[in-house]
């Protein structure tokens, strides 16, 4: 079946640094990926739609300029989250769309700003 | 209020019960109607997707009320592989097909 690899997995960065999160499907070409973050025992949130070519649509209350997203390829999504904080820790997981039923995950990465 | 809300749980069951989720969804046009089950710190995985005929896979069983935007989620003779939260997604209408995910229930079956 269709895979999305995510990586990393899990990240502790200091403050005011910046992390890169990849998103890779394996085996099919994905035009659009959504970028989700889940808070403890909250609900994942989308955060923002990126299509292949073209600049991502935010969420309200996302920044783009904060969580900057890159769509370069048809099998590469980029979440870069700059100058984190404390407050940006959190589980991003992204996903790709197959069409209108199909929907597959990556494994997500838990980042944790210290 | 929110797009899709869920039973609030935790639900605490012996193995072998029947179990029954509730959901319900604000937006009456929305089309696409699916059960994840998260295991903890990990990614959502697809568990059925919900049609308005209703549909079953094994000892599970989906039910979709357009009328009432209501969807549920049966599980029978419950196992401790189970355990998990079971989230409640719709497809977001006028978007590029995004989900919109509630805030899941958990479920825990204990022996």
């Known amino acids: 079946g269709a895979v999305v690899s995510q990586h990393p997995s899990w990240v502790i960065c200091k403050s005011g640094t910046s992390v890169k999160i990849e998103c890779r499907s394996l085996d099919f070409q994905a035009t659009t990926m959504f970028w989700y973050r889940q808070f403890p025992k909250q609900s994942l949130m989308l955060m923002a739609t990126s299509n292949e070519g073209s600049k991502a649509t935010y969420e309200q209350g996302v920044e783009k300029d904060k969580f900057l997203i890159n769509h370069a390829s048809l099998t590469l999504s980029t979440l870069t989250v700059t100058s984190a904080h404390p407050e940006d820790s959190s589980f991003y997981i992204c996903?790709?769309?197959?069409?209108?039923?199909?929907?597959?995950f990556g494994s997500g990465t838990r980042l944790t700003v210290v | 209020r929110k797009e899709v809300e869920q039973d609030p749980g935790p639900f605490n069951v012996p193995e072998g019960a029947t179990v029954a989720f509730n959901c319900t969804y604000s937006n009456s046009a929305s089309q696409s109607f699916f059960w994840y089950r998260q295991d903890c710190r990990k990614e959502p995985k697809l568990l059925m997707s919900?049609?308005?005929s209703g549909n079953e896979d094994g000892r599970f069983t989906a039910q979709l009320n357009r009328a009432s935007q209501y969807i549920s989620l049966l599980i029978r003779d419950s196992k401790l592989s189970d355990s998990a939260t079971y989230l409640c997604?719709?497809?977001?209408?006028?978007?590029?097909?995004?989900?919109?995910f509630g805030k899941g229930t958990k479920l825990s079956v204990k022996p």
């Open positions: 996903s790709a769309s197959q069409g209108p039923d199909g929907y597959t």
């Open positions: 997604v719709v497809n977001g209408v006028g978007s590029q097909g995004n989900l919109i």
């Open positions: 919900v049609y308005s």
